[in-house]
C-alpha cells in the first residue's frame, strides 16, 4: 500500500561540494486502510544524505507518522557531499503497519559530489 511516487531509487543529482541541494519526495497510500509509519530508518552516510534538518520528515516535510488511505505527504531530504567525483548512497528503510499487516518500503537515495565550476579568466584592457 505504501510507495514512493518518484520510484524506489532517487538519484539526487550533482552537487558542487560544500553546498547543499534539497529534494522533496512523495510518499504515497495507494491503499484502502491507513498507514501507520513504525519505524523510520536513514542509512548513514556521514551527514552527506540526510532529512533536511536531521529529523524526519525534514523541515517543510507533511508527513506524520499515519497516512490515511489513498493519501500522500512529502518528507525533505538534503544532499551535502564532502568528496569530488564520489558517488554516495544511502537508503531509507519504512516499516509501518496497514490494516494488522506489519510490512516495509526501502528507498534508495544517491547522488554525486561535483568539484565547483572554473570560470574563464576575463582579460583586462
Known sequence: ALNIVEGENIDLGEVVVGKTKTTTIVL?????????????????????????????????GTCTDRLEALQSCTFIVSFSPNTVDKIVSTFVKFSYTSGSTPQSLQLTLSGKGIAEPVLPEVPTV
Open 28 to 60: 504515497q497510500n495507494s491503499g484502502s486502510e491507513r498507514v501507520i509509519l513504525d519505524t523510520i530508518y536513514l542509512g548513514f552516510t556521514f551527514k552527506q544524505i540526510m532529512f533536511l534538518d536531521k529529523d524526519f520528515p525534514g523541515t517543510g
